[in-house]
């Protein structure tokens, strides 16, 4: 039996968080307090009732809760506060790697730069990861120390009040055709986040593409992802959530994307929009992800709520995943917005589709074999047996069953 305790023992990621949808909400509310920011409601009651709610109704009203956690995450502080109890609340649930994402642009103005603040966010993560290495569990008992990595997300498309950064560039590319601002805004990211890497050292493992897809291409930021590849940089993208098959096949080949984040509309052949054969382009595709192992990061809490449509769990597409032995692992993409934790989405999906051992472990080795670790391949290879090693532990002590 796969019981909640031993889901919480074993070694997990989260390959797809986002830093400003994953606050602590008294956190948010302490900050707010503190930077005279306006809130709905002051008490994390009702904030809930509000704002971030157990369900919604639509993708709209699900991202109207990023406007008050964007609007405390201002300065160094905050930002280097939120990270910091990521990380912890991270730890604390068994997950040993994460892969923090965000749009440095929303939190950039003219006191604080992209580089200023993913140095900040680093120094949120890097100090949880140095007082985890020096706990007991780590220490005496083997659990592989806590380590991670960041993600800086480009948007789809942007108005120039989404942020200061993006109120300056709309004024001085104002005759530009808003496709190609939006391709240079990432472009600038993308050069940004290889120098940060480079330079700073900051662990700074990939890049993603975020924000509305239809009408908004990913081919527009083709340029930007160019960059990234040339700079030996791993590649997410937001694709197949709320749009069809053909925008998770334009992001693993236009834009070269190792890993596709949500996926869900994979197995929607009608949503296809192309004179093709439906159907048959579907499976062509979802073949080409599995031979390839393009790892998908699947957020089931978040699906459901985006997407009412979706109905109960159990028709949620992560079942055909499973079936296809795709390589998909599971994430919050949300904690707050959410109402989740990784331990949640691994009980929904066991209980939801009956989980066998051998799937569950699959499912978090994934995590670990396809993340974008922040060292070299053999130090990756190490860290992932450690893990493996440690899981094959916490299994046998629950089941008294060994891994073959």
Same mark, same amino acid.
């Given at each position: 039996m796969i019981t909640d305790q031993l889901l919480r023992e074993l070694p997990k990621t989260d390959l797809h968080v986002h830093l400003d949808g994953s606050l602590r909400l008294n956190s948010l509310i302490e900050m707010a307090k503190e930077r005279k920011i306006e809130l709905p409601a002051y008490t994390d009651a009702g904030l809930k009732e509000l704002v971030f709610k157990e369900s919604y109704a639509s993708l709209v009203?699900?991202?109207?809760?990023?406007?008050?956690? @964007?609007?405390?995450?201002?300065?160094?502080?905050?930002?280097?506060?939120?990270? /910091?109890?990521?990380?912890?609340?991270?730890?604390? !649930?068994?997950?040993?790697?994460?892969?923090? $994402?965000?749009?440095?642009?929303?939190?950039?103005?003219?006191? &604080?730069?992209?580089?200023e603040v993913l140095i900040a966010v680093n120094r949120g993560l890097a100090r949880a990861e140095s007082e985890?290495?020096? @706990?007991?569990?780590?220490? =005496?008992?083997?659990?592989? $120390?806590f380590r991670y990595g960041i993600i800086p997300c480009a948007l789809r498309m942007f108005l120039a009040g989404f942020s200061a950064y993006y109120q300056?560039?709309? *004024?001085? &590319?104002s005759e530009m055709p808003e496709t190609r601002r939006y391709g240079i805004a990432s472009l600038e990211l993308a050069r940004a986040s290889v120098l940060a890497r480079d330079e700073l050292e900051i662990p700074i493992v990939g890049f993603d593409l975020a924000g509305q897809e239809d009408g908004f291409p990913a081919i527009d930021h083709?340029?930007?992802?160019?960059?990234?590849? !040339?700079?030996?940089?791993?590649? @997410?993208?937001?694709?197949?959530?709320?749009?069809?098959?053909?925008?998770?096949?334009?992001?693993?080949?236009?834009?070269?994307?190792? $890993?596709?984040?949500?996926? /869900?509309?994979?197995?929607?052949?009608?949503?296809?929009?192309?004179?093709?054969?439906?159907?048959?382009?579907s499976e062509d595709l979802a073949d080409f992800i599995a031979e390839r192992r393009i790892t998908i990061e699947v957020c089931i809490t978040s699906n459901l709520q985006t997407n009412p449509k979706i109905g109960s769990i159990k028709?949620?597409?992560?079942?055909?995943?499973? *079936?296809?032995?795709?390589?998909?692992?599971?994430? @919050?993409? =949300?904690? &707050?917005?959410?109402?989740?934790?990784?331990?949640?989405?691994?009980?929904?999906?066991?209980?939801?589709?009956d989980m066998t051992l051998d799937q569950l472990r699959n499912t978090i080795i994934y995590g670990f074999k396809r993340s974008f670790f922040p060292d070299d391949y053999v130090n990756k290879r190490a860290y992932v047996r450690r893990v493996i090693d440690q899981y094959d532990r916490v299994i046998q002590r629950h089941t008294g069953e060994t891994t073959p």
């Open positions: 009203e699900y991202l109207a809760g990023f406007a008050y956690t @964007t609007a405390v995450l201002q300065d160094a502080e905050s930002l280097e506060r939120a990270a /910091y109890e990521l990380a912890w609340d991270s730890i604390n !649930e068994g997950v040993c790697y994460i892969e923090v $994402r965000f749009a440095p642009q929303l939190h950039a103005h003219d006191d &604080l730069s992209i580089r985890h290495a020096q @706990t007991p569990e780590v220490k =005496n008992q083997g659990f592989p $120390r300056k560039l709309c *004024e001085a &590319l083709y340029d930007a992802y160019k960059y990234a590849h !040339e700079n030996f940089m791993c590649k @997410t993208v937001h694709a197949g959530e709320a749009y069809g098959p053909e925008s998770i096949f334009q992001a693993i080949t236009s834009l070269n994307a190792d $890993r596709v984040g949500h996926g /869900y509309h994979l197995f929607s052949p009608e949503l296809v929009r192309s004179d093709l054969d439906s159907e048959k382009y028709n949620h597409v992560f079942k055909n995943m499973l *079936e296809r032995k795709l390589s998909a692992t599971l994430c @919050t993409d =949300n904690r &707050l917005v959410s109402h989740t934790t990784i331990c949640n989405e691994f009980r929904l999906a066991v209980d939801a589709f």
